[in-house]
């Protein structure tokens, strides 16, 4: 074929998208898996002709010029009062392309589309590979997007994984090509991507995470945020600093393998030290940590484009001034732990209605100014013997047992993979026959594994799951003594159910999501479900109530009948106190965030149940005294 002949097919192609888009993938599809790229090829083909018959219909790209953000959405306290504005991509500032540190731009190229300054708009090898991905697994594992094809998906088409959308972008993707150059379309993109946390664009998203303009991020900077596009709040460092670190080493790989640095700088780059910044996202917010919260439940429910974007208004189950009052009491109590000696440098709080499943306060940390990581939602941490009331209703709801039967406290081994599991009680003594009121008053270790062997750690994962706990539990010997991790939240809102003899609700942060026009989104009006045996829910409670009464709680005493457990883990790395009354439950957590030790002898009984108490006696102030109902109401199971 002649030059010329070359010259006039390449200019046709220029000027016609389409044609040249179908031919593209004409030639990569050639000769591979046969039955599939035919198949693939004629619905291409066909959906190229639809997409030309509407070709003028598609959106005007050159509105990327004069892009406006969208309408706000407003989230309220229960009693109506603002706490925060989320602006959507209000929370911007747009910087030229040279005003962006070259590490940033070849970072983001390379992870999301190396071939960015070869293609136009489409790379037709991605879209097979991921349309051969795709076929193969019978859902979307791949996508084959480039960056332009991204901006043009973010700001004009719906973002449904649908086969005429993916057509659209592409037009559009050439169109964009077309009208912009190379530099001015990775300019746009790097400022109007998403970055987590509400951040667009690489200059905000530059000073909150790292407190520096995007002009002077380094290497090791730019590759971790390069990173974070791919799952922005799940990867964030902020929430996830270990996913975060091995999504960086991803990108530097890649960097590597397109020859574009070296591996020692790789290497080096890995190495060092990041100094963050902090969430700036929302610090107007009246209530920083309930924010983040109830946007991460928002975003569960309608996705983050509408959350940011919708104009939604939201209404959330927090009283402001109790909330200010939970928070007082956390920064109260942590300055009487370290003026004790107890070495923790955070706290989380969690209280939650058991009528209704409301959180009605919930503190993240200790200063969220110093700290924006929020401990009540998302640290997983050991509850140690503070697990072990869900072992004790199972055996409760067996039928088998009552508060008054009789278990063995004295030695006992069980096969743990290639060893023997020998469980100890906290002080190394054996007590011999002992009530389970006492063995759970006093915590002792040994029954509580006996319990969980002789019911089944299964059904007591699956009460777990009954009552709402997310998080992964293995079964493991050891599990009755807290060999699992889960959060403040968690706690909080399985031990409502239990305050409420076996009646649950999904535990949330929302009462009711409106549009601007006031259409409800959103209802959360309990619904409650009896879930769990009331005889065994209220012989729970009578045996809970002994553990504040005579066990290892006293310190949590109030003026009311008030039930709940201690939780210290070995070597004093969490400790807890959980415990409710019919009308509100509270987890309190203490530790610290590098899992060192509190401090020899911190146990859940001396710190922390009077943390609990000074909050519980300040947040039924004027509440009336109820009486858990006792077991007698209830037919025992048999």
Known sequence: MSSNTLRQKRQTSDQDPLLHFAGAVGKVTGGTLLGMTMLISSVFAGGLVGLAISFRNLPDVRVLRSYAPTETTHIYDIKGKLIASLHGEANREVVPLDKISPHLKRAVIAIEDSHFYQHHGVNPGAVVRALRANWSEGRTVEGGSTLTMQLVKNLFLNPKQAFSRKLAESVLSMRVEQIFTKDQILEMYLNQVYWGHNTYGAETAAQSYFGKSAADLT???????????????????????????????????????????????????????????????????????????????????????????????????????????????????????????????QMALVAVDPRTHFVKAMVGGVDYRKSQYNRAIQALRQPGSAFKPFVYYAAFASGKYSPDSTVDDSPVGYPDGYEMYYPQNYDGSFSGPISIRHALAVSRNVPAVKLGQEVGLNKVIDICRTLGIRSPIEPVVSLPLGAVDLTPLEMAGAFATFASNGWYSETTFIVQVTDSSGNVLLDNTPKPQLVLDPWAAAALNSTLQSVIESGTATSAALDRPAAGKTGTTSSERDIWFVGYVPQLATAVWVGNDDYSPIGYGATGGTYVAPIWRNFMQRALQGVPVENFRPASDFPRPQ
């Not at 910044?277 to 429910?301: D, N, W």
Request: aromatic share 6%; proline share 3%; charged share 25%.
């Open 219 to 345: 290497l090791a900077e730019s590759t971790m945020m390069a990173g974070l596009i791919q799952a922005p709040e799940n990867l964030s460092p902020f929430v996830n600093l270990k996913a975060a670190k091995q999504r960086q080493q991803e990108v530097l790989n890649r960097m590597v393998d397109l020859k574009w640095i070296t591996a020692s700088e790789a290497s080096e780059a890995l190495k060092q030290p990041i100094k963050f910044g902090k969430i700036t996202s929302f610090q107007t917010s009246q209530i920083p940590y309930l924010t983040e919260a109830t946007v991460q439940e928002l975003t569960r429910k309608f996705g983050r484009d509408a959350v940011l974007k919708g104009g939604m208004r939201v209404q959330t189950t927090i009283d402001t001034k109790f909330q200010r009052m939970a928070e007082d009491v956390v920064k109260a109590g942590h300055e009487s732990l370290l003026a004790q000696g107890v070495y923790a440098d």
